[in-house]
């Protein structure tokens, strides 16, 4: 069984999508997919530095769109995957994947959490760490201590945390034992209780949007079960604003199910990663350009024989 994956936030990179949208076909597909999320998709993917994509206004719907342009690329083949899960935004990109959403709801979607929880950043300065190594019992015992929380369970010994700047300094001088410390460029404590003012603001859309329920198997950030319809699925998506996402408990899910491969749509490379530590010896593709379509496709149609 082939599992279909999408990243999140803190994967985009200056001209990432340039490779892609050199048919004309596709360059109008992002046209329409920005025009849906209220971003200039073609620009920011193509010619806009690192600190401008870095912001969350257009970081989310960038990745977003992205993946939708590797399912589109990989046509008929997706449906080939035993199922979907997505990080973070990319929980919306799997919604698509999965028949939960269509792209340009997905993209309307993406548009205002984006904005919503960038409203929620601007209001408290905090920020966000990784940390590699240790004790997750321990690690959990130092940020209430620091007021700091966790954000990410990436399985493989990786925890993000969030919170206050002072506070993720103090962890990064006094980390628990074995554990290193590594701060993220991000712009606010995301999944954690700073991003409350976003959740009802974020809901007020979900609930207007509509949803399918799922074609295929699609498992959620939550704790790794599997969605049940489309509008679990947006109670789901709304939760996981200010609550910590739990890909560790998503790639136990995998392995319970019988994963063969992990197919990470673009902009690959961050789960590709978390899955060699996480799911020893389970072959994974990243879709980084459309260079890399046939090695996923190859894998996709191996997995279905």
């Known amino acids: 069984m082939i599992v279909i994956v999408a990243p999140g936030q803190g994967s985009q990179k200056p001209g990432f999508l340039s490779p892609w949208i050199e048919r004309p076909e596709a360059r109008d597909r992002l046209v329409a997919l920005g025009e849906a999320a209220g971003v200039d998709l073609v620009q920011h993917g193509t010619e806009s530095d690192a600190d401008t994509i870095?912001?969350?206004?257009?970081?989310?719907?960038?990745?977003?769109?992205?993946?939708?342009?590797?399912?589109?690329?990989?046509?008929?083949?997706?449906?080939?995957?035993?199922?979907?899960?997505?990080?973070?935004?990319g929980e919306i990109t799997a919604a698509v994947g999965a028949g939960v959403l269509t792209a340009e709801d997905a993209m309307a979607l993406v548009g205002e959490r984006a904005r919503a929880m960038a409203d929620a950043a601007a209001q408290t300065p905090t920020g966000m760490a990784a940390v590699l190594g240790g004790d997750e019992a321990a690690l959990e015992s130092r940020l209430a201590e620091l007021g700091l929380q966790p954000a990410n369970y990436n399985g493989g010994g990786q925890v993000v945390v969030a919170g206050p700047q002072d506070a993720l300094a103090a962890l990064a001088e006094a980390p628990p034992e074995r554990a290193r410390v590594i701060p993220l460029q991000t712009a606010g404590a995301f999944?954690?209780?700073?991003?409350?003012?976003?959740?009802?603001?974020?809901?007020?859309?979900?609930?207007?949007?509509?949803?399918?329920?799922?074609?295929?198997?699609?498992?959620?950030?939550?704790?790794?079960s599997a969605v049940a319809s489309g509008a679990g699925f947006l109670e789901l998506v709304v939760g996981q604003v200010s609550s910590p996402v739990r890909w560790d408990r998503c790639m136990a899910s995998f392995q319970e199910a019988g994963v063969t491969g992990i197919v990470e749509l673009a902009p690959a490379g961050a789960l590709v990663g978390l899955a060699k530590r996480g799911l020893r010896g389970v072959p994974a593709v990243g879709i980084s350009t459309p260079d890399d379509l046939p090695a996923a496709i190859e894998l996709l149609e191996t997995g279905a024989a």
């Open 54 to 89: 870095r912001d969350t206004l257009v970081a989310q719907p960038l990745i977003v769109a992205a993946g939708i342009l590797a399912l589109d690329a990989l046509g008929d083949r997706a449906a080939l995957a035993g199922g979907f899960a997505g990080h973070s935004v």
């Open 191 to 224: 999944h954690t209780s700073y991003m409350a003012p976003a959740v009802e603001r974020f809901r007020a859309k979900a609930e207007a949007t509509p949803t399918a329920d799922p074609t295929s198997t699609l498992w959620t950030n939550r704790d790794g």
